[in-house]
């Protein structure tokens, strides 16, 4: 999306309708109907609900403090699919930068990469 021309000196234009506010709970507890229960990601060897999405990234976010991840850190992510969703969030959770890296690559491109 390319932002809207705007004359010199005034303030950017803001467009509406192109951040709306969310409509249900984002930190809704586990309910039958409710989102929490929804699948959040899905690959093809597992899929995650939103509550189980939580749990598991915030468990991981624990672990990743404990050995010093930092804010800003940034932390390479070498998984696919449902772990590689898990790994980003649980980074973000943690305060770190999640840096995703394909984990087809090969060891000489990883450690130019890296």
Do not use: K, N, Q
Not at 33 to 51: C, E, F, K
Not at 68 to 96: K, M, N, S, T, Y
Request: glycine share 8%; proline share 10%; hydrophobic share 50%.
């Amino acid at each position: 999306m390319s932002a809207l021309p705007t004359p010199a000196g005034s303030a950017p234009a803001v467009r509406s309708g192109v951040v709306a506010p969310c409509r249900e709970p984002v930190h809704s507890g586990p309910t039958s109907t409710g989102p929490a229960t929804r699948v959040a990601y899905a690959d093809s060897r597992r899929s995650v609900t939103h509550a189980d999405l939580a749990a598991r990234t915030a468990h991981l976010a624990g672990h990743l403090a404990d050995p010093g991840v930092w804010p800003a850190d940034r932390v390479v992510v070498l998984l696919d699919g449902v772990a590689a969703v898990e790994a980003v969030l649980a980074v973000v959770r943690a305060g770190g930068i999640a840096v995703p890296l394909d984990p087809a690559l090969d060891d000489a491109e990883l450690a130019r990469l890296m």
